[in-house]
């Protein structure tokens, strides 16, 4: 079975062209009109990505991530308007993948597809040892699980990914330019809003104290360190 697509817009344009285009490159491409519609069709299959657009009648993208997000990980790549910065921060706190701002070329659509997917299916080169150990903090990278204070806590497979790269550097100063192209791909070096959401949801998860972390710090004008404890 090929990789399956739920592209969810009320624009009929947008869903024909995202249709034609990803079913171009060989996707599978279900659609649904609004936020309802797709949350009913996620009830009877899962699929691997899906594509949400933010404003919508019945129920608009933000409420659709947030309420997908309380039962699967399924990459999500939220399609806002040029002004709605609001909008695509609050995507990203409740965990959206990526976002795309509208009005958007099929090319630039279907390459943000693909990074997506390489970054969910790609498994981050890490240290050979099963675990790893920072603090209260643990990654069993056999089967890619985290735990704090042994109770496990779960993360996106981009938020695992750019975990995962600062154990790798530990102590290591990493830059914002560095971590982006290591998580996300060569393309978003300057899509510094995202790794700052992203960081804001580890520190969220992995801190006991997000203002004071320990696990993962700002080095102010540098960028971010895994410091070694």
Same mark, same amino acid.
């Given at each position: 079975?090929?990789i399956?697509?739920l592209v969810?817009?009320?624009?009929?344009?947008?869903?024909?062209? /995202?249709?034609?285009?990803?079913?171009? !490159?060989?996707?599978e491409?279900t659609? $649904? !009109? +609004?936020?309802?519609e797709a949350?009913d069709?996620?009830s =009877?299959?899962m699929?691997?990505l899906?594509?949400?657009? *933010?404003m919508?009648p019945k129920?608009?993208?933000i409420?659709?991530c947030?309420?997908?997000? &309380?039962f699967?990980n399924?990459?999500?790549?939220l /399609?806002?308007a040029?002004?709605?910065e609001h909008?695509?921060v +609050?995507?990203?706190?409740?965990?959206?993948?990526? #976002?795309?701002?509208?009005?958007f070329?099929?090319t !630039?659509? *279907?390459a943000?597809?693909?990074a997506?997917l390489r970054r969910?299916n790609? @498994?981050p %080169?890490v240290?050979?040892a099963? @675990?790893f150990i920072?603090g +209260?903090l643990r990654i069993?990278?056999a089967?890619?699980?985290?735990w704090?204070?042994e109770? @496990?806590?779960?993360?996106?497979?981009t %938020? #695992?990914k750019?975990?995962?790269?600062?154990?790798h =550097?530990?102590? &290591? *100063?990493?830059?914002a330019e560095e971590?982006l192209e290591?998580?996300w791909g060569?393309? #978003?070096?300057?899509e510094k !809003?995202? /790794?700052?959401?992203?960081i $804001?949801?580890?520190? @969220?998860k992995?801190e006991? +104290?997000?203002? $004071?972390?320990?696990h993962i *710090?700002?080095?102010?004008?540098?960028?971010?360190q895994?410091?070694?404890?």
């Amino acid at each position: 079975m090929g990789i399956r697509i739920l592209v969810v817009d009320d624009e009929p344009l947008y869903v024909r062209l /995202l249709k034609v285009n990803l079913e171009a !490159e060989g996707y599978e491409v279900t659609t $649904a !009109e +609004n936020g309802e519609e797709a949350l009913d069709s996620l009830s =009877h299959a899962m699929p691997d990505l899906i594509v949400l657009d *933010v404003m919508m009648p019945k129920l608009d993208g933000i409420t659709t991530c947030t309420r997908i997000r &309380q039962f699967s990980n399924v990459p999500i790549i939220l /399609l806002t308007a040029l002004g709605e910065e609001h909008d695509r921060v +609050n995507g990203l706190n409740i965990g959206a993948d990526d #976002y795309v701002v509208k009005p958007f070329s099929a090319t !630039e659509l *279907v390459a943000r597809v693909k990074a997506v997917l390489r970054r969910v299916n790609s @498994q981050p %080169e890490v240290a050979e040892a099963r @675990q790893f150990i920072h603090g +209260n903090l643990r990654i069993d990278i056999a089967k890619a699980e985290v735990w704090k204070d042994e109770k @496990q806590i779960y993360l996106s497979a981009t %938020e #695992y990914k750019l975990l995962i790269f600062f154990a790798h =550097h530990l102590g &290591q *100063v990493l830059t914002a330019e560095e971590l982006l192209e290591a998580t996300w791909g060569p393309s #978003y070096r300057d899509e510094k !809003e995202i /790794l700052w959401v992203s960081i $804001a949801r580890l520190r @969220q998860k992995l801190e006991d +104290n997000p203002h $004071a972390p320990i696990h993962i *710090v700002t080095r102010t004008g540098l960028g971010y360190q895994m410091p070694a404890i």
